[in-house]
């Protein structure tokens, strides 16, 4: 069975500073992985996301990940944090080749960003 | 396109109630979503739909829950008999999904909570 995992649930970083944000995955099969960002009250947003292609994968705001199959680990990072990056981070697996595509959640980091 | 629209966006009800929230995807997506998000996790998968046809459900989703989708466009998603840990987030979401992998498009929610 697939999972997630998210190493931290509470992360805080100064204004300026590098957000590294962990997630390792569990799969029998080759996955898709994202990232998806949610402010308060509203839903999900999707950062980026992995479907094979090359391996280090930028998305929106600035944020990439990268996708390491010998670590099963598909971490976040962005050079420079900013204030407006305080939120909440979800990493996410679906299987490939499923005639479906339903993705399994990890429990979520809440990022704080300090002036 | 004006993305997921999901109402009502907050819904208190007291516990025995029915409650009934609706979903209208974007217009050429033609896989729907239902999860739902308690506080502090990630979304949970409920039930899934190809078109009209409800492909996949979830244990989660017990015999009081029930999920439509008459015309293969919006979908209703109704809990009888509300009880206390129905209080959540639910959140719709809906994809083009022609292959697994493709990205899911969340609403902002319907936040239920239940007296």
């Known amino acids: 069975a697939q999972s997630v995992t998210q190493l931290g649930s509470h992360v805080s970083v100064s204004e300026g500073a590098l957000v590294l944000l962990r997630c390792n995955y569990s799969s029998s099969v080759p996955p898709y992985l994202f990232w998806y960002v949610q402010y308060p009250n509203q839903g999900l947003q999707l950062l980026l996301k992995y479907t094979s292609a090359a391996t280090l994968v930028k998305g929106i705001n600035g944020f990439e990940a990268e996708f390491k199959k010998s670590e099963t680990s598909f971490h976040l990072t962005k050079p420079s944090a900013h204030m407006s990056d305080a939120a909440e981070y979800f990493c996410?697996?679906?299987?490939?080749?499923?005639?479906?595509?339903?993705?399994?959640f990890g429990p979520g980091t809440s990022l704080s960003v300090i002036p | 396109d004006t993305g997921v629209s999901q109402n009502p966006r907050h819904k208190i009800t007291k516990r025995g109630q029915n409650v009934t929230f609706r979903c209208d995807p974007i217009s050429e997506h033609n896989r729907l979503y239902w999860y739902r998000q308690t506080l502090g996790q990630g979304p949970e998968f409920l039930t899934y739909f190809q078109n009209e046809a409800q492909l996949e459900k979830s244990r989660l989703l017990s015999d009081r829950f029930s999920a439509e989708r008459p015309k293969g466009s919006f979908s209703t998603l109704e809990i009888q008999r509300t009880e206390q840990g129905d209080s959540a987030m639910y959140l719709c979401?809906?994809?083009?999904?022609?292959?697994?992998?493709?990205?899911?498009?969340f609403g902002p929610g319907t936040r239920l909570t239940v007296t």
């Open positions: 996410a697996v679906t299987q490939r080749e499923t005639s479906y595509d339903k993705v399994i």
């Open positions: 979401a809906s994809s083009l999904g022609v292959l697994a992998g493709n990205e899911q498009y």
